[in-house]
């Protein structure tokens, strides 16, 4: 695959240091990438000389998996790493780990890490490209890219203009900030809505609409991206229960039946079902949560093409 553009950013730290264009480049990309994963041979020689590390500080379903077959269908060297079985048990410090990965000669790091800044932390420090993979409450870029490209494509089109209503748990959210970042970077109005507690202060700063009616944004919005009520981020009680969260802030099965327009329904994962979204609804004809599943590897593999790219012209 020839690509003549480059990204302007030598890691992907956050949505907020992308350009308009590299999200566009990272997209217009993952399209041949989409194409590639569904022929009968899903894999590329790309990234045949690169080696790239994974390393897991938080636990992880999709992402891991996502970004391990990304690169697997890019033919890279990878080796996995999980904090728990790990030498941080020991006491080791997150500098000295990474510096003993790269010792063994690796090119990129995919990390997820719990403390928001440890991806800029490690930029500043070493050589190889950094991949944020979910830092603390703070950003989740791949998500958000991923969930563009899967708007774009239930959408049948560019994202400007469209209506994009961010439910629920903003406020301990990364995925929150990263989609609020990559969609105004496309064009779309963006609005958050939830329960007070759980929306930050200063949230309208960054130029997105508050709301606390779930119905009234249902009508408002062409796409419901529904977030985890994060309980394990939360140290303190900011709802009452979560049966009186579904009743209130939930998406559910009626508050649906009462739209007379499409809405297109998503989920980043992992869902709590009864919770912020009604069983009915998250496998209903309006949901693509498993679209944003498929549609993470072609992203993935996008944005680590594009990095290698840009190490082998710079
Ligand atoms: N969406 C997401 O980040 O899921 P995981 O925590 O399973 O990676």
Redesign the pocket.
Known sequence: MASVQQLSTKHVLGIKYLTAADVELVLDTAREFKEVINRPIKKVPSLRDITIANLFFE??????ISFELAEKRLSADTVNFSASSSSVKKGESLLDTVNNILAMKVDMVVMRHPAPGAHHFLAGKIDASIVNA?DGTHE?PT?ALLDAYSMRDALGGELRGKKVCIFGDITHSRVALSNIFCLQRLGAHVRVCGPPTLIPKHVGSLGVEVSYDVQESLHWCDVANVLRIQLERQDTKYIPSLREYNRYFGITKERIARLDKPIVIMH???INRGVEIDTEVADSEHSIILQQVENGVAVRMSVLYLLAARRNEV
Do not use: F, I, L
């Open positions: 636990n992880s379903t999709r992402t891991r979910g989740h998500q980043p994962g992992p």
